[in-house]
Nanobody, 127 residues
C-alpha cells in the first residue's frame, strides 16, 4: 500500500526545535518531489517547503527561511523538516505530501499538485 506517515510533532517552547519525519512505504520516494504543508483551523493549507528528486529545496514561507531545513534520506525513504527557533505562529498540523505518478520535476506549492498525503503531525509552540 502506497502511503506517507509523518512523525515528530510535539509541544515545544518558543525558541525550541523539532525535526519532523515523513516516511514513505509502497514506493520509492527518491524519484518524486515531497512537500511539507501546514494548516491551522479555519485557514487553508499552506506550503512550507519542498524538496525535489535532485535534492533542490524551496521554502514558500518567508518566515521559515533561515529557520528550517528540508532534507531527504533515500536509503530510509524519508524526508525531514528540521525547524529551529520555533514561534507560536508555527503552531499547526504539519502534513507531508507527494505524487508517486506525476511528482517529477520542480517542486509545486499548490495542494492540488499532490495526491498522496500523510495523516499529519501536530506542532504546538507555546510557553
Amino acid at each position: 500500500q502506497v502511503q506517507l506517515a509523518e512523525s515528530g510533532g510535539d509541544l515545544v517552547q518558543p525558541g525550541g526545535s523539532l525535526r519532523l519525519s515523513c516516511a514513505a512505504s509502497g514506493f520509492n520516494l527518491d524519484s518524486y518531489y515531497v512537500a511539507w504543508f501546514r494548516q491551522v483551523p479555519g485557514k487553508e493549507r499552506e506550503a512550507v517547503s519542498c524538496i525535489d528528486s535532485k535534492h533542490s529545496s524551496t521554502f514558500f514561507i518567508e518566515s521559515m527561511k533561515g529557520r528550517a531545513t528540508i532534507s531527504r534520506d533515500n536509503a530510509k525513504n524519508t524526508v525531514y523538516l528540521q525547524m529551529n527557533n520555533l514561534k507560536p505562529e508555527d503552531t499547526a498540523i504539519y502534513y507531508c505530501a507527494s505524487d508517486p505518478i506525476l511528482g517529477i520535476g520542480p517542486c509545486r506549492s499548490s495542494p492540488v499538485d499532490y495526491d498522496l498525503w500523510g495523516q499529519g503531525t501536530q506542532v504546538t509552540v507555546s510557553s
